[in-house]
């Protein structure tokens, strides 16, 4: 069966904060560029959410799960999977949601969940390297290359497969605000979009806990240097 006529997948998009994520897969999907899936809602655990406006603007249904409401991790993650199976949930894309999802979710939906996280996994990343912190770390320990990650979610944070990463070059004035602002127009507005698109054409893989995109020998990381050149 050829992909245009499959159903498309229902992308849950979860969210915190400004969106800018969320704002770059509405972009790609505008274009046209998320092949086999369509945004069909967007979660937030803050109510408050920029991201919640961009959804509006752009037409997608919005829900609110106020991570305060709820006493610990687990019975937020009871209410956002609830909403997950009303929604019909094909793909959850985690895009600066800043809350862990208890592991009843990942039980329920396993390699269906991907994360964009703001530097070279296995590097300044897990519990507690969320936000400008990533960024705040990389540059105390001097590192000169940092850049974005798009994994699946497993029970441990940060620490499920692998499907895409792209590098990107500290600079020697660079603030974590800065970088902060590089590692998003570089690296994860870029592999995110991709990785979605990807997922709902089904041309990820596992074997032995790791991911591979089928099919696909260009998906690799360009250099810093070739980053630099190409501005
Ligand atoms: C992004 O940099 C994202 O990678 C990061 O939070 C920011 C959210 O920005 N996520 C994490 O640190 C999760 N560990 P956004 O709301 O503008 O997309």
Redesign the pocket.
């Known amino acids: 069966m050829n992909i245009s006529d499959k159903p498309l997948k229902n992308i849950i998009v979860l969210?915190?904060?400004?969106?800018?994520?969320?704002q770059a897969l509405i972009d790609a999907q505008n274009n046209g560029q998320i092949i086999g899936g369509k945004i069909s809602c967007v979660i937030s655990s803050n109510p408050n959410a920029y991201?919640l406006v961009r959804a509006k603007e752009n037409g997608i249904p919005t829900r609110i799960i106020p991570r305060k409401l709820y006493k610990d991790n687990k019975s937020y993650s009871e209410a956002v999977l609830e909403a997950l199976y009303e929604e019909y949930a094909d793909l959850i894309v985690l895009?600066?949601f800043?809350t862990i999802l208890d592991k009843s979710i990942v039980k329920a939906y396993p390699y269906k969940i991907i994360?964009?996280?703001?530097a070279l996994i296995p590097s300044f990343c897990g519990q507690g390297?969320?936000?400008l912190k990533?960024h705040e770390e990389a540059l105390k320990y001097g590192v000169k290359i940092s850049g974005?990650t798009v994994h699946f979610v497993n029970e441990i944070a940060?620490a499920g497969a692998i499907i895409m990463q792209k590098a990107v070059a500290v600079k020697n004035d660079d603030t974590p605000e800065k970088l902060?602002k590089r590692?998003?127009q570089e690296a994860?507005w870029k592999i995110l979009p991709e990785t979605v698109s990807l997922f709902c054409q089904d041309r990820i893989e596992i074997n032995n806990g790791k991911a591979y995109i089928k099919d696909c020998l260009l998906y690799t990381s360009p250099s810093p240097r070739d980053t630099e050149r190409s501005r």
């Open positions: 969210v915190s904060g400004g969106g800018t994520n969320l991201a895009a600066g800043m994360n964009v996280h703001p390297f969320y936000g990533v974005a940060d902060q590692i998003m994860e």
